[in-house]
């Protein structure tokens, strides 16, 4: 099977690396080409078995290959399309933004890639937190986004997500998180290290309140987000094929000094080692999160 | 005295050789060095003052590694009395990269855990160089969960490069044994004082750093990612470090500066190797007197108090409409 982690390496994560963004060029050309022959946004080329499916059918079917399954990766608002009844929900602390707490300067400054990542997704951050009612049932949210600095974990995506659980505890509300994310958030260091005792934190209080709380891993979930509210949940689940893990791929191969076994770190390698509840294929996530929630929801 | 010095020492390395020549000369009693060897220690005091007000992040993290620098197990033993080490997480093996079991700091027991380095090659492989693997972190779950139950007090010291990568570190949920401490030190029941005393690189470090005190010791570094790798990743090159060092803030000082540790514990002049009774006795001191204010503490103000500590860091501004 098809691990996905080709595609994060070039970012500011405490789970990439340099090596890894080398070898990787290649493979970023070669999506470039892939879009080309596709004509005029009526069709979508499956980025797998290369299956061309029509962009209605490809949307309806949440951007997963009705071919071969592929899951292509999507955004907090995709996934709040697919879940809340008739997309309508009201979105938390929409305009928390980044501060820039170490005057942080690498190639640029901090502050100039954030506005740059605003500008480029529309989005403030790396998570969006919404609650609404899916099928029925209250649901508060949490989704990252990967296209906002990989889905990195600095200040903001820790905040958000504190303030979204602090929601669920106020309104007794069920917490889903849907982590897609390389890590921690360099540009933020510490910050972004005590992000995970900061949620981890909130995580325990739900549980001591007998609040469910799901964890749904996407592609990909590593680094200091695994190491915390992603692992916590009281159900654990992922889309399928998915890389998860805490330790990026590369770091692993270069300290072992040999390539790693096929399928290592993947949803379905979690599952065989009983880290994961279940997995769930996206086009059936909805109505299993509501089967799930009706066994413990009075 | 060390004798292993660092790179920005060279100087204080030369006025070293030539006092232990005039110390060796003066004891043979061919000649009085006395003027000599008084003038030389005072020279190398005032280069060591000097150089140790003006480190550099790179500097400190040199001086958090020194292959000399007391672990855990050197404070446990010159600290602490009737040590009885605990070992085993109960489900797979016993990681000897974590430390941990009841000991006295005068009279009062506690439960004392650490990461634990080596300093042979042999050891250094058997403690995989001070780099949990998920085991050592459920086996330090289950240390602080019989703390709980019996009342007493955690003392964590944190030293690690960070968490072991591996195939047998993912296949048994690296991720998820420091997510469950994380989780479970924030709202465990008794005081719980976390001392970086060498490095404290990632989820690694925090994994056992979840307190009501988080100290570091005056030339240690705690962050997100070593300088090392936050070079490699975000300027391409292994040559950067001292750099990123600087950029990721991660000395004592810092940290403290940005509220993300709660206290610094002065070091001898030189760094803990120098004088590794007098950081013991620092360590101890501080240990005693945090342990004074949090045993007066309710369970419930401690849980309080420390998870509100932890919410309020992260620095977020709210953007206009
Ligand atoms: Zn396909």
Known sequence: MAVNHSDFDDLPMESSDSTWYKRTLSGILTKTKDKKPTPDGLWEKCKRCKEVVPSKEWLANHCVCPSCHYHERIGSAEYFEILFDDGNFTELNANLSSGDPLNFVDSAPYTDRVVVAQKKTGLKDAVRTAHGVINGQALCVACMDFAFIGGSMGSVVGEKIARAIDHSLATKTPFLMISKSGGARMMEAAFSLMQMAKTSAKLALLAKAGIPYISLMTNPTTGGVTASFAMLGDFNIAEPEALIGF??????????GKDLPKGFQSSEFLLEHGFLDFIVDRTELKATLSRLLSHIQD | MNTNWFDFEKEIAEMHSQLV???????????????????????????????YSQLSGWQKVQISRHQDRPYTLDYIENICTDFVELHGDRHIKDDKAIVGGWAKIDGQSVMIIGQQKGRNTKQRQMRNFGMPNPEGYRKALRLMKLAEKFNRPVITLIDTPGASPGLEAEERGQGEAIARNLLEMSVLNVPIICIVIGEGASGGALGIGVGDRVMMMEYT??????????????????????????????????????GLVDGIIPEPLGGAHHNPEEAFANVKATILSELQTLKAMSPEQLVNARIEKFSAMGVVQELPA
């Open chain 2, 221 to 258: 570094w705690y962050s997100v990612i070593s300088p090392e790798s936050c070079s490699s990743i975000l300027w391409r090159t292994w040559d950067k470090k001292e750099l990123a060092a600087d950029a990721l803030k991660l000395s004592a000082t810092d940290m403290k500066g940005n």
């Open chain 2, 21 to 51: 020549k005039a110390e060796e000369t003066h004891a043979q009693g061919k000649l009085d060095m006395s003027d000599t060897i008084e003038h030389l220690t005072k020279k190398i005091k005032e280069a060591q003052t000097t150089i």
């Open chain 1, 247 to 256: 330790a990026g791929p590369r770091v692993i191969k270069e300290t072992i």
